[in-house]
Structure formats: structure tokens, C-alpha cells
């Protein structure tokens, strides 16, 4: 008799009368998740897999400090059983406003709705950076900085004309600031000046 039934995994199969019977298809296994942050203020993710079970799309969160989480955004996937390696790469914007980093939660959804924890991982900005979100922004956002240490900062309009001064432990509220581009000078350190882009 031949084995003519073939469907899940190896690791699940066994034998009757030569017949070939498995129950389960290949389960999620990681190889890496990581994160990092861009100058434009966003954190890029990326991760992937060896292989997958029946995933219908990834949920990336931000999480605070007491594990409520804010949802950033969906990516579908579909079927994947094959035994292959799966690269995703996905930009998010944070919302929670932490002033050095950002808790990220990734999560699975199923075809039957059942959601699983996939992975964890803290994005970090680099020591002695200073980062900008939103930006570009319209003229009434708050903007908020990304750093690991708190700078005086002054900002300037295209004109030369000091538009503000205060402490990048605050955010700025744009509202009645005229679109255009504003250079950010942190006076108290050697670092390039930033540029914001109000639209």
C-alpha cells in the first residue's frame, strides 16, 4: 500500500499499514526580532522566522509602564507553512512619548481570531542623539524629543529670528508657527543642529 494522505508535520506523523497520516501543521519559530530608531523620530522593526503556523497577520504595539498597550499597526501574512525563512520590516511611529526608548510588543493573530504573544523588545535611541517626532508636522502638533539627556535648545526660523528657547525635556506646541523649516540649536552641547518641517 502506498502512503497517499499527507498533510501537518513530521514531528506529528506515524504509521498504519504503511500509511503515511500527520495531524498538525509546522509551528512559529523565531529566528530574530529587533528595532532601532531613525533620525525622523519613527523606530524601525524588523523580524523573522524559520517557519510559521497559520498566521493571518502580526499586531505591533506600544506598550507603557504598567503593560497597557496602544496598537500601531497590522501586517497581514496569510498561510505560510513552508519550512523557509520569512523577513518582515515595518516602520512605526510612537505615540506613548518616553523620552529615551520605546517598549514593543508584537503580537500573532490567527485565522480563528485567537491572538499570541510573539516577542518583546525595548528600541533604545543611541547615547547622545536627539530625535523629532512628528516631523514633518502641521501647525498644530505637539512635538515631542527623543534623547537620553535633556538639552537647552533654541529654535530658529529660516530668517534667523529665534522663534523659541526652553529645554527639550518639554514638548513644543506648533500651534500659530508659519509652515516652513526651523533649525534647533542644543546650546549646551556640541551636537548638528535639527531641522523640523512644519506643513
Same mark, same amino acid.
Given at each position: ?6 498533510? %501537518? ?25 529587533? %528595532? =532601532?530608531?531613525?533620525?525622523?523620530? &519613527?523606530?524601525?522593526? @524588523? ?5 510559521? &503556523? ?10 507603557? =509602564? *504598567? ?9 497581514? *501574512? ?17 505615540? #506613548?512619548?518616553? @523620552?529615551?526608548?520605546?517598549? !514593543? ?11 499570541? #504573544? ?9 547615547? %547622545? ?7 514633518? +508636522? ?7 524629543? !527623543?534623547?537620553?539627556?535633556? /538639552? ?9 529670528? *529665534? ?9 513644543? @506646541?506648533?500651534? %500659530?508657527?508659519?509652515?516652513?523649516? /526651523?533649525?534647533?540649536? +542644543? ?9 523640523? *518641517?512644519? =506643513?
Amino acid at each position: 500500500m502506498y502512503a497517499d494522505r499527507i498533510s %501537518g508535520t513530521a514531528a506529528d506523523a506515524y504509521f498504519d499499514d504503511l500509511l503515511l497520516t500527520t495531524t498538525a501543521p509546522l509551528p512559529l519559530e523565531w529566528i530574530q526580532l529587533t %528595532g =532601532e530608531f531613525l533620525s525622523s523620530g &519613527k523606530a524601525l522593526i @524588523q523580524w523573522s522566522t524559520s517557519s510559521s &503556523k497559520e498566521v493571518k497577520y502580526y499586531v505591533l504595539y506600544e506598550e507603557n =509602564e *504598567v503593560g497597557e498597550r496602544t496598537a500601531l499597526d497590522t501586517i497581514l *501574512v496569510g498561510y505560510t507553512y513552508q519550512n523557509t525563512i520569512h523577513q518582515y520590516s515595518h516602520l512605526i511611529q510612537p505615540t #506613548l512619548r518616553h @523620552q529615551s526608548y520605546v517598549n !514593543i510588543t508584537l503580537t500573532t493573530i490567527s485565522f480563528d481570531g485567537t491572538e499570541t #504573544l510573539a516577542g518583546q523588545l525595548i528600541v533604545n535611541v543611541l547615547p %547622545g542623539s536627539v530625535l523629532l517626532f512628528p516631523n514633518p +508636522c502641521s501647525k498644530s502638533d505637539i512635538v515631542h524629543f !527623543i534623547s537620553d539627556t535633556h /538639552y537647552s535648545i533654541r529654535i530658529l526660523n529660516l530668517l534667523g529670528e *529665534v522663534r523659541y528657547i526652553g529645554n527639550s525635556a518639554f514638548p513644543i @506646541q506648533t500651534e %500659530g508657527w508659519s509652515a516652513g523649516m /526651523y533649525v534647533i540649536y +542644543c546650546i549646551d552641547a556640541p551636537l548638528a543642529p535639527l531641522k523640523l *518641517v512644519i =506643513e
